[in-house]
């Protein structure tokens, strides 16, 4: 016996009242698993073996008893799963799902008194990343419960000036109810990549008298950018750094690199010998992670000299990824050298900002329309050509290069830089 209508709509439509973070981790339940146990009382203790998606599922009926207080039963059942890393999770789990006598569902909960995701939230929140158990925590579906929190939470700060409610029916995959709302006159979206924030907020154009859609990772080709009067898309990055001083910049980055923790990363001091080319290593391959990063970090506001070389190093990451792009064909890619209007912008406010330790200059080379531009911090060289105002900085005193090549080891001088940043 099957039981009838297992599925999170239906949870959630007789659940409309409970808090944001515990429908999130309801949604993440494995219901179409769930909903396919044979709950007879002949299967107790009998492992039932599924198939979803391509992932292997245990599921043991280990009890059944009448509730007379609520007229349910209640089935309890013992998932297992090794998943398949990131994009299925591991699970190891008892379940309580209760449904009516004629098999109706009714209601579904973990048996344990903490979710397993609520453990590994309060880990992440915390920074305690010595309790943080790496194979369960790298999955797509820790990886959504954690952003929308974040969302939410620089959602409920930038826009406290509004008696911001969060939507009974918002979901953390599709649909396209927003995560918070003030009546109509304000709703608060959220997707992890700009395209399907831009999507959702032209979607929802009229639904209230501002739409704004919040985003994590830059999409990385070219789509449609246009809102409608009245629909705004905000990078959360930005958002964070701007308003909340940075409050979970670090958290964010963790997300934007598929939950990388600093226990994973190489020791500074090797990377410090990287960089200052005392360790000789060949090409490093950028990631994904390398590049949502750097994306990111080039929507911070820069006011010192260690943001200075983090953003500076995001442009090498950028043109080591955009020139390894057009030579695999993808010549669209071109268009991402906007970021280096960035990069002269920046290099003119640290021209005027006498920073310690940091000196502009450029050289003119033969044959080219701009000349390249140099920017020391310390003793490490960055480097770019085409910056439009490299011009400006002929006149500057030339030093020597000092000969290190960062460009085949971008993704090291993202990390060092990031290292360098204050905590």
Not at 61 to 70: A, E, N, T, V
Not at 110 to 137: C, V, Y
Not at 197 to 208: D, F
């Amino acid at each position: 016996m099957r039981l009838k209508n297992v599925t999170f709509s239906k949870w959630l439509g007789s659940h409309l009242d409970k808090e944001a973070d515990e429908k999130w981790l309801r949604e993440l339940y494995p219901w179409p698993v769930l909903a396919r146990v044979d709950c007879d009382k002949q299967h107790i203790d009998q492992a039932q073996h599924i198939e979803y998606a391509g992932v292997q599922y245990s599921v043991t009926l280990k009890s059944i008893h009448w509730q007379p207080d609520h007229g349910t039963y209640k089935y309890r059942l013992f998932v297992e799963s090794n998943g398949l890393g990131w994009h299925a999770r591991a699970y190891c789990d008892e379940y309580d799902m209760c449904c009516t006598p004629d098999g109706t569902f009714v209601t579904l909960f973990h048996s344990g008194r903490q979710e397993p995701l609520e453990k590994i939230a309060k880990a992440f929140f915390k920074r305690d990343w010595g309790n943080i158990n790496l194979q369960s925590f790298k999955s797509l579906a820790v990886s959504r419960f954690l952003a929308a929190s974040i969302a939410a939470g620089v959602a409920d700060f930038a826009f406290q000036a509004f008696p911001l409610e969060h939507y009974p029916d918002a979901r953390l995959i599709g649909g396209e109810s927003p995560m918070l709302a003030s009546d109509h006159d304000l709703w608060v979206g959220y997707r992890f990549f700009s395209e399907d924030a831009y999507s959702w907020a032209r979607n929802n154009v009229g639904n209230a008298s501002r739409i704004v859609a919040l985003y994590f990772a830059d999409t990385k080709y070219q789509f449609r950018t246009d809102l409608p009067l009245g629909t705004e898309v905000k990078s959360v990055t930005q958002i964070d750094s701007e308003e909340l001083q940075g409050k979970y910049s670090d958290l964010i980055i963790s997300l934007l690199r598929q939950l990388e923790i600093p226990s994973e990363i190489l020791p500074f001091e090797k990377l410090t010998a990287i960089v200052h080319g005392k360790v000789n290593l060949p090409n490093i391959s950028l990631k994904e992670a390398d590049i949502n990063e750097a994306l990111a970090s080039l929507k911070r506001p820069c006011d010192s000299k260690s943001e200075l070389r983090y953003q500076l190093s995001a442009g090498v990451v950028l043109n080591a990824w955009i020139e390894s792009e057009r030579l695999n064909g993808f010549k669209q890619r071109k268009s991402f050298y906007a970021f280096k209007q960035h990069l002269g912008s920046l290099a003119k406010w640290a021209n005027g900002a006498n920073l310690p330790g940091v000196h502009l200059w450029a050289e003119q080379l033969i044959g080219s329309a701009t000349p390249i531009l140099y920017v020391r911090i310390d003793d490490v060289d960055f480097s770019f050509h085409s910056i439009p105002s490299a011009k400006e900085f002929l006149s500057n005193e030339q030093l020597v290069w000092t000969g290190v090549r960062l460009k085949p080891i971008a993704p090291v001088v993202l990390t060092w830089a990031r290292y360098l940043l204050p905590n």
